[in-house]
């Protein structure tokens, strides 16, 4: 079963940085995509950046020229860099990655979630 392990939330004050990670680990044989999913109390759930094997990103504007999404190694593991948060970037960011199992089934997972509070 696949699972993802992130790390990295917190508190920070506006104009911060944090740096968070997912580690997908559990009969994989192959990740398609990794990317980060935030969701701010009241509010749906949003993609914040997406990083593909081939190493393509996609990020939402709200984000863009502050976060960077990067891989080191094999794309099971993946970094957001956050930089000069802002009060409304609060929310609990989530992984999610795609791909296919060592048995060739498909899969989509979803980590367990992790606070980013940004506070003056």
């Known amino acids: 079963q696949v699972q993802l392990v992130e790390s990295g939330g917190g508190l920070v004050q506006p104009g911060g940085s944090l740096t968070l990670s997912c580690a997908a680990s559990g009969g994989i044989f192959t990740v398609v995509a990794m990317g980060w999913y935030r969701q701010a109390p009241g509010k749906e759930r949003e993609l914040v950046a997406e990083i593909t094997s081939g190493g393509s990103t996609n990020y939402a504007d709200s984000v863009k020229g502050r976060f960077t999404i990067y891989r080191e190694g094999a794309i099971d593991t993946v970094y957001l860099q956050m930089n000069t948060l802002k009060p409304e970037d609060t929310a609990v960011y989530y992984c999610?990655?795609?791909?296919?199992?060592?048995?060739?089934?498909?899969?989509?997972?979803w980590g367990q979630g992790t606070v980013v509070a940004v506070y003056s």
């Open positions: 999610n990655a795609r791909g296919y199992t060592e048995y060739r089934s498909s899969f989509g997972a």
